[in-house]
């Protein structure tokens, strides 16, 4: 089955997501899901979600030829804290995942995705199809 995978500035688009690290173990026991947000526009989707604490380096999206996009993330827990230190913690540490079927009409080709403070953004334009 084919991928479809780029590079997008600064966002490195991989398969593979660096396994998490054994350190803070109970962080980063589940999986989680992410939300997204899919906008249809009359030129475009737009898919957007908030992945705060995620590393560029953490994130991996793709599009299947069957037309699902992939997104999965790592967020680490921070380095400047102990395990034992923690009173409350409430935050996901760990990988997320999310899949969503994407409509046919799309020119995976014009995908862009950007992280900025915390959101992911993925635009792709709409194929002109005149019938």
């Known amino acids: 089955m084919n991928e479809t995978r ?8 991989s398969s593979d997501i660096k396994s998490a690290s054994s350190s803070g173990a109970h962080f980063m026991l589940n999986v989680g899901e992410m939300m997204l947000d899919v906008v249809d526009f009359p030129s475009k989707v737009i898919i957007q979600g908030f992945l705060a604490g995620v590393a560029v380096q953490d994130l991996s999206v793709r599009v299947t030829a ?12 921070s380095d400047d804290f102990e395990e034992e230190d923690y009173l409350i913690s409430e ?22 995705a950007q992280l900025y403070q915390g959101v992911l953004r993925i635009e792709i334009a709409k194929l002109n199809l005149k019938m």
């Not at 069957?66 to 827990?77: K, N, T």
């Open 91 to 112: 935050c996901f540490y760990g990988k997320l995942s999310r899949e969503v079927l994407l409509p046919v009409d799309l020119d995976y080709d014009s995908m862009h």
């Open 66 to 77: 069957d037309g699902v996009l992939h997104v999965e993330a790592v967020r680490r827990p």
């Open 6 to 13: 780029k590079q997008f500035g600064d966002l490195e688009l």
